[in-house]
């Protein structure tokens, strides 16, 4: 599957070579869904974004639009959030594009480990420094996620917070707290599904989380409904998931939004 006329695979293999050429950079990677793998399968498809980083000698000035530029159009180009740049081409592909200095490289050993591909990862090295990191970073332990209790707590916790937003008259807050409510009941599902768990709990939620997908999806819109549909869920989920469902709590929250809905009418 592609998004357009330049598919990823050919936009990859332009910009992996110039990494590859450039004189500055002394080691290069790619990393993402497309360097990873669950039980040996790729996790991208012709829509997965592109990541890089690019490791720059000592002293050196680098332009990453500038570099972008010389290997694709753009329709886009910005700093995001977190200081990286991040580019999108005329296919609406998307690039993000981390500039560190070579000295960081040993930064690598704090990533979250995923089944990585080190042959896909490994763009440029110089040295053979940036394969001997790779290869002690993959040796050691896979990300988990936290244990199905500190989840559930995490997730009334989030749950709570929204409830009392909306209370105060905040609806687009409530909304956007509901996102960490849903991802919390995401990550329970996959617990009692024993569905692959991956740092961002939306991913393939589709997929693989059977009927609880669509329970969760409808986490939104109307608030009080959305507040009310969550308790529900994390009850059906404790039980499950044989964990303490903190009723008291529960049912502290049902009578909040009880009582709100109730001033409404």
């Given amino acids: 599957m592609t998004c357009g006329p330049q598919t990823l695979d050919q936009l990859d293999t332009k910009i992996r ?28 498809d012709g829509c997965s974004d592109l990541e890089y980083y ?7 000035l680098f332009d990453a639009r500038a570099f972008l530029e010389q290997v694709t159009p ?13 580019a999108v081409t005329p296919e609406l592909h998307r690039i993000e594009f981390h500039l560190a200095q070579t000295s960081q490289l040993s930064d690598i050993q704090d990533w979250p480990r995923l089944e990585p591909d080190l042959e896909a990862m490994s763009v ?3 040295d053979g420094q940036l394969a001997q990191i790779l290869r002690g970073w993959a040796s050691g332990p896979a990300w988990t996620p936290d244990a199905p209790q500190q989840v559930y707590d995490q997730t009334l916790n989030w749950l709570v917070f929204a409830s009392a937003v909306w209370v105060r008259g905040e609806a687009l807050r409530a909304a956007e707290l509901l ?14 599904e024993g569905a ?51 009723e008291p709590l529960l049912d502290a929250l049902v009578r909040r939004v009880a009582a709100v809905k109730q001033t409404h009418v």
Wanted: some cysteine; overall charge positive.
């Fill in 17 to 44: 070579a110039a990494l590859r050429a450039d004189s500055r950079i002394s080691h290069a990677l790619a990393y993402g869904s497309r360097t990873q793998r669950v039980s040996g399968a790729r996790l991208d």
């Fill in 179 to 192: 996102t960490w409510v849903r991802a919390g009941l995401l990550r329970l599902a996959r617990f009692v």
């Fill in 74 to 86: 753009l329709l886009l180009y910005v700093i995001n959030d977190f200081a990286a740049p991040n």
């Fill in 196 to 246: 692959p768990h991956f740092p961002a709990a939306t991913r393939f939620a589709e997929k693989t989380l059977g009927e609880w997908s669509p329970y969760i999806w409808k986490v939104q819109g109307e608030v009080g409904q959305a507040l009310n549909l969550a308790a529900t869920l994390c009850r059906r989920l404790a039980a499950e998931l044989g964990l303490d469902a903190r």
């Fill in 124 to 126: 440029k090295d110089s």
């Fill in 54 to 60: 690019a490791y720059l000698y000592k002293g050196q």
